[in-house]
């Protein structure tokens, strides 16, 4: 498994959505998911939970949930702005690839549930009412625990020659997701990442300019370094 450098990975890791058949060796999920746990944590409680689905059957259920998912998404789609940064062209290409995705899931031959157990990952009892109240205004960060780990799996595939996307289309329908592999109430899922050879070729990766989206110091004030 010849690995490539952290920064070629990062600028060249593409939403790929189609996938060979090739099956993936368990030594390069392995890797990934040591990469994954590598990620920082609230409070390092390290309460993420991985769920690595091979089985045909398994995946071709889960395949099913996303694909009703997507129906519901399509409506969104339908009605939602085109982006001021992408072209028609752009907008299609990708509405294209999402599609492909939508109703053909199962051939990924590894999909990979990323989950929280929240069993112990919830603020303290007898808090002060104003810090409680604090805390509750908080219940958005609570994917920070488990994105950068995301963020590591997409980024050591990329770094094995495997494709992968990151999806939540899945979270339409949870409670079935978690009954096809088991999982307990406490525990819920925050991404479900196909993984496999790709078809289509990796990167670059088109993103706006730092300096459309970066700010010195206050809001409109833009930041005007450049990179090396």
């Not at 071709?60 to 072209?87: E, V």
Request: proline share 8%; net charge positive.
């Amino acid at each position: 498994m010849d690995e490539i450098g952290l920064f070629e990975a990062i600028y060249s890791a593409r939403a790929l959505r189609r996938f060979k058949p090739d099956p993936v060796p368990d030594e390069a999920i392995t890797r990934v998911l040591d990469a994954a746990i590598r990620a920082p944590s609230g409070s390092n409680q390290q309460h993420w939970l991985f769920v690595v689905v091979k089985d045909a059957e398994l995946r071709r259920k889960l395949s099913a949930i996303y694909h009703k998912s997507s129906q519901l998404m399509m409506k969104f789609y339908a009605n939602r702005p085109r982006p001021a940064h992408m072209s028609e062209q752009e907008q299609n290409r990708l509405l294209k690839s999402a599609s492909y995705l939508f109703e053909n899931m199962h051939e990924a031959p590894i999909l990979l549930l990323a989950c929280l157990k929240q069993e112990g990952a919830s603020a303290p009892q007898n808090l002060p009412p104003d810090l409680a109240e604090k805390m509750r205004g908080l219940q958005r960060t609570s994917g920070s625990s488990i994105y950068p780990a995301v963020q590591n799996i997409i980024l050591a595939c990329r770094a094995f020659g495997l494709s992968t996307v990151l999806t939540t289309l899945h979270l339409l329908h949870e409670d079935e997701v978690k009954a096809v592999v088991g999982l307990p109430p406490e525990v819920q899922t925050y991404a479900l990442l196909p993984i496999g050879y790709p078809r289509d070729k990796f990167g670059p990766v088109k993103r706006k300019p730092v300096s459309e989206v970066a700010f010195l110091d206050r809001y409109g004030n833009p930041w005007k370094g450049k990179a090396e």
